[in-house]
C-alpha cells in the first residue's frame, strides 16, 4: 500500500493487491485442472472429464477459501475486508454451484455410484455443502447467535473439506495420479492448519500482550468510547486499520468483535468507538475499568497508504463509520499534512455526532470541510438534511476535482451502497474509491 492512487497519477496498490491475489487465486484454482492434464490418465469420456474439471478446481476453491478468511496480513493488509469478503461471497457460490453441479454430469452412472460405498465420503460432503450454503445465505433469519453461526460455519467447512478430501483421494479417478494426491493433500493440510492458527497458535501469541480497560465514557445514546492500555507492548497500526476485541480471561475464545481504532496511532493506549448493536456491544457500559482483553490486530487497509499522492480526501462516514476516519484525521493533523480534507459525517440524529469535540479541534490544525448530515434533524438545523444517498450528497459533493480526490466510504452497508451510487453518478472511477462495510458475513 505504497504506491501512489490513479489521483496521483498512477494506480492503487489495493487495485494491483487485488488483482494480485485474484490472479494467485484463479491459478491455485486451476492448478489441479493442470496437474491432471499433465499426469492424470485420459480418455475417460467427454462427461467424466467435465466432471472431473469441476470438482477439481472446485474443490480447490473450496480449500482456498480456509485461506482467504485467515486473516493474514500480506492479504489483508494489501486489499482490505471488503475486497477479501466479496472474493470470499462470490468464490463460495460459485464453488457451491461447481460442487453441487458435478456428480449429476456423470448422470446415467449416478444411481449406480451412489450405491458404492466409497462414494459415501463424496455424498456426505455434498449434503454438508447444502446445509452450509443455506445456513450462510439465510443467516440474517437464523435465531443463532452470531458466535455460535460462526463456529458452525467453521466446523462444517472443516468436515466438508474432510470428507471431500476422502472422496478425491478414494473416488476421484483423476486424482489418482501421485502428484495431484499430494497437490490435495498439501493443500487441505495447509487450510486446516490455518483455521489452527486462527483459534490455537494466534491466541496463544496473544498471551504475550495481554491488555486491560482503561475507560468507558459514554458519548451519546448507545455510543461509547472504550480505551484500552497494553500490560505489555504497544499496538502498532496505521491510522484507519481494526483489531478483534476479546473481553475474557484468555484469549481462547469465539467471542470476539471487529472495531476500528478511534485514537491515532503513536500511543500506549488505544481507543474504540462502539455503538451498541448486540449481545456483546450492548454489554459495554458495563465494562470495568481493569477488566483483562485481548486485541488481534491491526488488520485491513482502509488507511491513507490507500490515497497515495491525491489532492484531496473526501470521507463519507455514516454513525461509528467515523472511527477509521477519526484516527486517519487525527494522524494527517499529527503529520502536519497540508492536503485538502473534506468529511462528511451522516447519522439518524444530532446527538449520534460524536465525538463532536474531537472533530471540531481538528479544524486549526487540517485543512478540513465538515458537512454533518441528519436524517432526522433538530429545529433550525442548518446542515444537510437526509439519508447519505446521491440526492443528499450529490449537492455536498459537487465542488472539487474528482481527478485530484480519493474518496473513503465507512459505515454500515447500505449507507456504503448508498454512498457508491452518488459517486459513480458523479463518475468517481472504482480506482479512487476505497471501501469498509462494518458487516463480517
Ligand atoms: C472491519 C470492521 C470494523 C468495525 N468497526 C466498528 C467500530 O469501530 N465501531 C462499532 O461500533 N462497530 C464496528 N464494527 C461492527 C461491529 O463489529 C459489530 O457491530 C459488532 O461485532 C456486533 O456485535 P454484537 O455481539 O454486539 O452484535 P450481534 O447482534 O451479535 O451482531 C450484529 C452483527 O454484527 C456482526 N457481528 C457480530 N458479532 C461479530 C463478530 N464476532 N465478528 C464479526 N462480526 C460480528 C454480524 O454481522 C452481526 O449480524 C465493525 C465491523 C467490521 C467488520
Known amino acids: 500500500m505504497t504506491g501512489k492512487t490513479a489521483a496521483g497519477g498512477t494506480c ?9 491475489i485474484i490472479g494467485v487465486y484463479v491459478a491455485l484454482a486451476l492448478a489441479p485442472l493442470a496437474l491432471a492434464a499433465i499426469v492424470a490418465p485420459q480418455g475417460n469420456g467427454l462427461a467424466a472429464e467435465l466432471g472431473g474439471g469441476l470438482a477439481l478446481a472446485g474443490y480447490a476453491m473450496l480449500l482456498m477459501q480456509f485461506l482467504l478468511t485467515g486473516r493474514f496480513r500480506t492479504i489483508g493488509g494489501r486489499v482490505g475486508i471488503d475486497v477479501i469478503l466479496r472474493l470470499h461471497q462470490i468464490a463460495a457460490r460459485i464453488l457451491t454451484v461447481m460442487l453441487l453441479l458435478h456428480p449429476f454430469i456423470y448422470w446415467p452412472s449416478l444411481a449406480r455410484m451412489m450405491a458404492t460405498p466409497a462414494f459415501a465420503s463424496g455424498i456426505v460432503a455434498w449434503l454438508l455443502l447444502v446445509l452450509l450454503m443455506a445456513m450462510a445465505l439465510l443467516r ?5 447467535a452470531y458466535e455460535y453461526w460462526r463456529a458452525s460455519h467453521g466446523a462444517l467447512a472443516v468436515l466438508i473439506a474432510l ?29 486446516l492448519y490455518t483455521l489452527l492458527h486462527s483459534y490455537l497458535v494466534r491466541p496463544w501469541l496473544q498471551l504475550r500482550d495481554p491488555w486491560r480497560i482503561a475507560e468507558v465514557r459514554t458519548l451519546g445514546p448507545a455510543r461509547w468510547l472504550v480505551a484500552l492500555e497494553p500490560e505489555n507492548r504497544a499496538l502498532a497500526f496505521d491510522a484507519g486499520q481494526f483489531a478483534w476485541l476479546k ?37 459495554i457500559g458495563a465494562l470495568v475499568p481493569g477488566t483483562r482483553a485481548w486485541l488481534d ?14 489532492k484531496r480526501i473526501v470521507m463519507l462516514a455514516g454513525g461509528v463509520g467515523l472511527a477509521p476516519c477519526l484516527s486517519m484525521l487525527r494522524a494527517a493533523a499529527a503529520a502536519g499534512d497540508r492536503r485538502a480534507y473534506h468529511l462528511i459525517f451522516g447519522n439518524r440524529c444530532e446527538d449520534q455526532i460524536v465525538p463532536k469535540d474531537a472533530i471540531a479541534a481538528l479544524v486549526p490544525v487540517l485543512d478540513l470541510k465538515i458537512d454533518y ?8 438545523w442548518t446542515g444537510a438534511i437526509g439519508q447519505m444517498t446521491p440526492e ?18 465507512c459505515g454500515p452497508p447500505p449507507m456504503v451502497t448508498a454512498s457508491l451510487r452518488a459517486l459513480a453518478a458523479l463518475g468517481v472511477p472504482p480506482a479512487h474509491i476505497v471501501t469498509e462495510r462494518f458487516d463480517y458475513d
Not at 492503487?12 to 488483482?19: I, L
Not at 501421485?178 to 493440510?189: D, E, G, Q, S, V
Not at 484469549?251 to 451498541?276: H, M, Q
Open 297 to 310: 490486530g491491526p488488520h485491513g487497509a482502509f488507511t491513507l497508504a490507500a490515497a497515495g499522492g491525491a
Open 163 to 191: 470428507a471431500g478430501l476422502h472422496h478425491a483421494l478414494a473416488v476421484g479417478s483423476l486424482s489418482a495420479a501421485p502428484a495431484l494426491r499430494w497437490f490435495w493433500i498439501a493443500l487441505a493440510a495447509l487450510a
Open 373 to 380: 448530515v441528519l436524517s432526522e434533524p433538530p429545529a433550525g
Open 392 to 409: 443528499t450528497l450529490l449537492p455536498l459533493l459537487s465542488s472539487g476535482d474528482i481527478a485530484e480526490t480519493v474518496f473513503y466510504l
Open 247 to 283: 473481553v475474557e480471561p484468555h484469549p481462547f475464545t469465539l467471542r470476539e468483535n471487529p472495531f476500528s481504532i478511534v485514537s491515532a496511532p503513536g500511543a500506549r493506549r488505544v481507543e474504540f468507538l462502539i455503538r451498541e448493536a448486540g449481545d456483546f456491544t450492548s454489554t
Open 140 to 144: 440474517p433469519h437464523l435465531a443463532i
Open 12 to 20: 492503487t496498490c489495493a487495485a494491483f493487491g487485488a488483482m494480485g
